[in-house]
C-alpha cells in the first residue's frame, strides 16, 4: 500500500486538462472510464491514478466549452456520457500545449543545468 | 477569457440550482463503476470482487463528487443557499425561538449602532465650522467666584466682546490681546490657546485665561 502510494504520480489541475484535451483530440469522443483506460494504457509504468480524479478537470473543461458531454450507449449496452473535443478545446489544446513545452523545457535545462 | 466566462456563468447556474447537475454526477459515477466491474468481471472476478476492484480503482466516491461540486459550483453560493435554508427549516420548527433570537440580534445592532454613531458624533466628528478646533468657551467671573451657572457671560459681555470678536479665532486674539470687559469685571477667558496668559481688560480690569475647554458641536 505504501509503496503504491509512493508510485502514484502527483498530477497537477492544468496538466490533466491538457492530458483530457489530447486524449480527446487524438481518440475522438470518450467516456470518462474510456478516457483513464487510455491514459493506463499510454503510461509506461502503471499509471495508479483513481479514476474520480477526472472528474473535476471533465467539469471544468465542460464548463470553458473546451468539450461537450452528450449521453449514449457504449458496446456492453451501458449508458455512458460521451465527451468530445470542440473548435474552442482544439484551440485551447494548442496554446495548451505551447505552454507546457515552455515550462517542461524550463525545468529540463534547470535539472540539466549542473552549476 | 470567453473560457473564463461562460465558465463563472455555467458555476453560477450550478449554485443556484445544484439538483440538474447532482442527478447527472450521480448518473455518470454509476455507469462509471458499472464499466469498471465490467471491466474486472471479463478477467474473471466474481460481481462482488469486481465491485470491490471498481470502487478501490474508482477512488472515495464521495470525496470525488465533493471535488466535482466544488468545480462546477461556486462553493460560497452553494454554503450560503444551504445555510439560508437550514435556517428557515429551523424558523419553521421554533418560531418562537427564532422572533426572539431575531428581536435580540436587531436589538444589539440597533444599541452597537447609535452607541457608535453617539462616540462619533462627540468625539471624531468635525465640527459644523471652519477651523472648529480653534472654537472656544469663555466664562465671566467676579473676584474670582464663578456665576450662578458655570461657563456663562452676561449679554453685557457678550456684546462687548462681540464687537470685537466675530468668531473663535478673533476671541481667541481676543483673548491673548486681553481685549476685555468694557464693565471693568473680572473676565476668565478659557482656551488652550491662551493658556499662561495675563491679559488686560480694556476697562483695566485683568482678564485671566484658564485652562481651555476645546467645543464641541
Known sequence: ?115 | MAGQVKRLLARLRNALRPELAEADLTREVASHLGLLEDAYRARGLSPAEARLAALRQFGPVERVKSLQRDERSLPWVDDARQDVRELVRAGLRRPWATVSAATLIALAVAGTTTLGSVVYGVLFRPLAWPDGDSLIRIEETRGGQRGRIPWTISNATYLAWMAKAETGRSARRLARAGAGDPTGRRTRCSTRGCRGDHAVADAGAPCHAGAGTPVRG
Open chain 1, 1 to 115: 500500500m505504501a509503496s503504491e502510494r509512493a508510485g502514484r504520480i502527483e498530477v497537477f489541475q492544468g496538466t490533466l486538462d491538457l492530458i483530457v484535451l489530447r486524449a480527446l483530440s487524438t481518440m475522438g469522443p470518450l467516456h470518462a472510464y474510456g478516457l483513464a483506460a487510455r491514459l493506463e494504457r499510454v503510461a509506461d509504468d502503471p499509471f495508479p491514478l483513481n479514476q474520480g480524479t477526472l472528474y473535476p478537470a471533465l467539469v471544468r473543461l465542460e464548463q470553458k466549452g473546451w468539450i461537450r458531454g452528450t449521453w449514449g450507449r457504449t458496446d456492453t449496452n451501458r449508458e455512458a456520457k460521451y465527451y468530445a473535443i470542440t473548435k474552442a478545446g482544439l484551440r485551447a489544446l494548442e496554446s495548451e500545449t505551447g505552454r507546457w513545452r515552455r515550462l517542461s523545457g524550463l525545468v529540463e535545462r534547470l535539472l540539466a543545468d549542473r552549476g
